[in-house]
């Protein structure tokens, strides 16, 4: 199921395309199917924690019809970036998580003097910290972005974390938030 429903990047050629069902079955189904499988429990449940976090103050602002196609878009987003910088990798990608960089972009942008609590363990001693949400996202962009560019470094090949999808994503989202955003549209129009 994951290598059918899964974005393997070495599958998808288009030379190999001889109708349109192929070109939707080969070519478009693993850009959108891909974010909505994960690689077990741990993965749906951080996937789904931080959507928790993060979603439902955007789809608030957005609407719901409105917040469904910014999370696809930028899942299709995400996709393709990690398609591009993958292009010959046989391992597959799927998961939400660069759907849910997009929705973290649109947070940051939207809420930035938000508080985001974060645990900082000390010893055993947990410490509960709040940070801003444009700190606290934008520390989290550059921890992918460093881990994308070192794992680009290294091998042209896949990682088993998609960091490409996640800058893709989060990219995507700072890029077409304000479309949906329906505070800014109504402040445009008065």
């Not at 990047?9 to 693993?30: A, G, K, W, Y």
């Not at 990682?159 to 700072?174: E, K, N, P, Q, R």
Request: proline share 5%.
């Amino acid at each position: 199921m994951i290598f059918n429903f899964g974005l393997v990047p070495d599958q998808v050629r288009l030379r190999d395309v001889s109708s349109i069902h192929e070109f939707r079955t080969n070519i478009f189904r693993p850009f959108f199917t891909n974010m909505f499988l994960h690689g077990g429990w741990g993965h749906l449940i951080s996937n789904m924690w931080i959507l928790f976090i993060f979603g439902d103050n955007v789809e608030d602002r957005m609407g719901k019809g409105k917040y469904f196609l910014f999370y696809i878009i930028c899942g299709l987003i995400a996709s393709f970036t990690h398609f591009i910088l993958h292009r010959d990798s046989p391992i597959p990608a799927i998961g939400a998580s660069g759907a849910i960089s997009g929705v973290m972009a649109a947070y940051m942008l939207m809420f930035p003097k938000s508080t985001i609590v974060s645990i900082v363990p000390i010893i055993i001693i947990p410490l509960f910290l709040p940070v801003p949400a444009l700190i606290y996202i934008g520390l989290w962009f550059l921890g992918q972005l460093l881990s994308g560019t070192t794992s680009l470094m290294l091998s042209d090949s896949a990682t088993g974390i998609a960091f490409w999808a996640h800058i893709g994503g989060f990219l995507g989202g700072v890029t077409i938030y304000k479309f949906f955003d329906s505070r800014k549209r109504r402040a445009y129009y008065q």
